[in-house]
């Protein structure tokens, strides 16, 4: 998937979809008062690996994060930490796989996409990292009062964090095999299959900002 104009319906595809699953999975479990940070970064995981090898192009993942918070500006009130969470998984996921790219660039002239093993071992380790990164952002940058309490620092770093991490391994992995279905198929679409394409990443633009909007509280 080389296309410039497939790239982009990618990360507004898979961006809204990661956005949907915030907003509709996200406001369930805060109904419920279900802790949702672990799971909605592994959804968000399967994303970042399904774009990532897709394209392997640094700032795609940021974008694509861009993307799935964008929506959470249609709600009220906009929760900054909130939108935060989204970019700063995406941010430390782009700093993560670029530095694994160069380094593979660099043994091999022949490098297309992060192999496997990588993805496997790179994402869980990002998604804790994103999860202390964020910790601190939200408290001594956002100045969030929420997050000036200890006891939920403490919780989101060390509970929570590890749990995503372990979660970030089976999101990876269905990641890679939707990816390599994805990469196959496309070297064979015709012009309409490309044109669906962009119509069902446009659609699910769409959906997200519907939803956002129903969502508004």
Excluded at 88 to 115: H, K, N, P, T
Excluded at 175 to 200: C, E, F, H, N, P
């Amino acid at each position: 998937m080389k296309s410039k104009h497939l790239i982009i319906a990618s990360i507004v595809l898979f961006g809204s979809l990661w956005g949907l699953a915030e907003l509709g999975l996200g406001e369930l479990a805060w109904a419920n008062n279900i802790p949702r940070a672990a799971i909605l970064t592994a959804i968000g995981v399967i994303f970042l690996v399904l774009g990532r090898r897709l394209w392997a192009a640094p700032g795609s993942s940021l974008a694509l994060a861009a993307v799935a918070s964008a929506f959470k500006f249609l709600q009220h009130p906009v929760w900054g930490c909130k939108i935060a969470a989204v970019l700063m998984v995406g941010a430390i996921f782009d700093i993560g796989f670029s530095l694994y790219e160069a380094r593979q660039r660099q043994r091999s002239d022949s490098f297309a996409c992060v192999d496997t093993r990588g993805v496997l071992v790179l994402s869980p380790i990002l998604t804790f990292v994103s999860f202390i990164a964020f910790s601190y952002f939200a408290r001594d940058v956002l100045h969030n009062p929420y997050w000036s309490m200890p006891a939920k620092m403490a919780d989101y770093m060390f509970v929570q964090g590890p749990i995503a991490a372990v979660l970030a391994l089976p999101a990876a992995f269905v990641g890679v095999k939707l990816s390599s279905i994805l990469m196959r198929s496309t070297s064979t679409w015709s012009d309409g299959r490309r044109l669906a394409y962009r119509v069902a990443a446009a659609g699910s633009g769409v959906a997200g900002i519907a939803t956002a909007l129903a969502l508004r509280y």
